[in-house]
Structures are given as structure tokens and as C-alpha cells.
């Protein structure tokens, strides 16, 4: 059983250093590998690995292929601007055979699961000799894995996995009892920017999240594409999140006056303060039209882009 502890309650300074404590006694004289993937989450448990381990901490960002556009190379420079070194690993290939002909949503973020965890990190932590390997799971993900809405991708002990069995590891996870609001407000304690501590949350299972069927190569280069347009003209909506899902089912569209059997793009903008549930952003026609625009003119293949208006629940907030 987890204790929730609620944003409004918590005490940043208080339990960061408890959560320092804990992890310099899980650790001990050893080191552990940390796994950054740039979300809030990540970054906040990367600072307190970081102010717990020093260079005991080796900071892992794997390079799985479903990032967004430009960001391992700008997560790498934040960190490196605060004076934490990021090691990049180029698993690309292996999470897209991983990912090869699987389109069903929960068999997809198996395979991310097993690729990061049981591959990527197991052989990392192997032969770097750590004993652990700390990440940022929240009460959120455990939340909707136990119900079994969503599978999460980091989320082991409460099904019952063993991660020391499963993956020769153990897995630190000193955020569990927040929130992202919550998270933010250590992030923000432990000195990110708020270029980190306020990004829009991201999923673990990255870009993957955003493709309904299969994850090809190609299909996330189109999801990358249009995920741009909407990050860059939502930015300053204030929301609580904004994306683009790309569809699997192809409509008839036109161009050049000849046929074209294309794409569909599907916007979300959502209104939250714990994720738990959502509204659709109120954003204006206007505001619509230009996301179409931009989308269908940077994103080649796309003949159709929509905006998601049903709220969480019966909808969840990633479409995948
Ligand atoms: P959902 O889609 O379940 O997302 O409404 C709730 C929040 O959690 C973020 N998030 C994830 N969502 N798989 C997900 O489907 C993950 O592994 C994951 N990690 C984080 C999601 O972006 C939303 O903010």
C-alpha cells in the first residue's frame, strides 16, 4: 500500500532529503544507473540521484527511436548545463524490431517494457556492476496499471513482478507517492527550469503512445512531424497537455487534383491538474484552423486532421 502524499501537503525541503537518505542507504557504497527520459518525472528523480549519489550516478538516456523531434539532444544540454553528465545509448533499432507487427496497444508497451528493462538496462546494469536502477514512477501510473486501464511501462512491484527476479536489478522509485503536481514542485525545489519541471507530462512509451496499429519507423517520423506543429502552437494555451495521434484507418483526400488515400491526424488538448480526469481545451476556431494548416503543410502524407472533444473518463488522455 502506498501513502499518497498530496501536493498541497507536501514539504519539498523535508522530502528531499528524506528521499536522499533513502537512496544513498539503498545504494550504499555502490553506484546506481538512472534512467532519464527528459518528462518531469525523470528529470526530478535525476536531481535527487544526482544531489544522493554524485558521480555514483550513472545517468542513462536511451535513445529509443519514439522521442520527440530534437529532444535527446536538448535533454542532454539541460542536464549538462546543470552540471549533470548524460550518457546517450542508441537503441533504435532494437525497440523497432521489438515494436515490428504488433499493434496491439498493451502488446506494444510489452515490448517497450521488455526492451528497456530486460535488454537495454539489463545489460547495462550488468556490466556496469550497479545495483540498482532508479526511475520515476508516480501513483498516477501505479493507479491505472493496478485498475488495468493502462498498462504503464515502469510499473512492476504492484503486479506482482519482482524486478530482482525478473531483471537481475532492483528498482528505486523515491516519486511514488506523488503526483505530477506534486513532482513538479520537488523538481522545481531540487533547481530544474521550468523549462523542465513545467514540460507537459510525456509517456514512457514515447511516440509509440501517439501511433494507433502498428509503430514503424516511418509512422512515428509522420506522428513526429505533426506533434511538433501542435506542441509549438499550444505552448502558450496553458494547457495541460497537447498532442497528435496518427490514425490507423486512411481517408480519401485530394492533392495536386489527383486522389490521395492519406493520413489522419488527430489533435488533443487537454484541460487537468493530476491527469486523473480531463476535459478537452475550450481553444478557438481559429486557433483549430492553424493547427490544421501547419500540420497538413510539415507533415507529408496527411489529408485530414481533427480535434478530440470527449473528456477522461470514458476517453484517456494518450490514445494507445
Ligand atoms: P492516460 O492516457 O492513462 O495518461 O490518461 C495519464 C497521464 O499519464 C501520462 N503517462 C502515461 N500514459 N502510458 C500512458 O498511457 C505511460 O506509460 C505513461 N507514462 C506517463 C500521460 O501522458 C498522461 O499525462
Known amino acids: 500500500m502506498i501513502t499518497e502524499i498530496p501536493a498541497q501537503k507536501l514539504d519539498t525541503e523535508q522530502f528531499i532529503a528524506t528521499k536522499v537518505a533513502e537512496i544513498r542507504e539503498a545504494v550504499g557504497s555502490g553506484t546506481a544507473i538512472n534512467a532519464l527520459s527528459g518528462g518531469v518525472d525523470s528529470s526530478a528523480v535525476t536531481m535527487l540521484g544526482h544531489r544522493a549519489l554524485g558521480d555514483r550516478l550513472r545517468t542513462v538516456l536511451v535513445e529509443n527511436g519514439l522521442m520527440r523531434q530534437g529532444e535527446p539532444e536538448q535533454v542532454v544540454k539541460f542536464f549538462h548545463d546543470l552540471g549533470v553528465p548524460v550518457e546517450v545509448v542508441d537503441a533504435r533499432d532494437e525497440f523497432f524490431s521489438a515494436l515490428q507487427g504488433l499493434t496491439d496497444p498493451e502488446e506494444k508497451r510489452e515490448a517497450i517494457t521488455q526492451t528497456f528493462y530486460r535488454h537495454v538496462f539489463g545489460r547495462l546494469v550488468k556490466t556496469s556492476g550497479a545495483k540498482c536502477l532508479l526511475q520515476g514512477t508516480i501513483l498516477t501510473d501505479v493507479d491505472e496499471t493496478v485498475a488495468g486501464i493502462k498498462r504503464q511501462h515502469n510499473v ?15 528498482i528505486l522509485e523515491p516519486l511514488i507517492q506523488l503526483r505530477k503536481d506534486g513532482v513538479r514542485k520537488v523538481g522545481k525545489a531540487l533547481g530544474l527550469p521550468s523549462a523542465l519541471f513545467d514540460r507537459i507530462p510525456f509517456p514512457g512509451p514515447a511516440l509509440a503512445a501517439r501511433v494507433i496499429g502498428e509503430a514503424t519507423p516511418q509512422r512515428i517520423a509522420t506522428v513526429r512531424a505533426a506533434n511538433a506543429v501542435v506542441e509549438r502552437l499550444l505552448k502558450g494555451t496553458g494547457a495541460f497537455q497537447y498532442m497528435a495521434i496518427l490514425h490507423e484507418d486512411r481517408v480519401t483526400g485530394m492533392r495536386d487534383g489527383k486522389r490521395d488515400f492519406g493520413c489522419q491526424i488527430e489533435v488533443r488538448c487537454w484541460d487537468s491538474v493530476d491527469a486523473r480526469t480531463a476535459t478537452p481545451t475550450r481553444l478557438s476556431f481559429d486557433v483549430l484552423q492553424n493547427l490544421a494548416d501547419q500540420i497538413l503543410r510539415d507533415t507529408p502524407g496527411v489529408v485530414s486532421v481533427t480535434y478530440n472533444i470527449a473528456s477522461k473518463p470514458p476517453s484517456t488522455i494518450e490514445a494507445v
Open 156 to 170: 512492476f512491484e504492484q503486479l506482482g513482478i519482482d524486478p530482482q527476479e525478473a531483471f537481475g536489478y532492483r
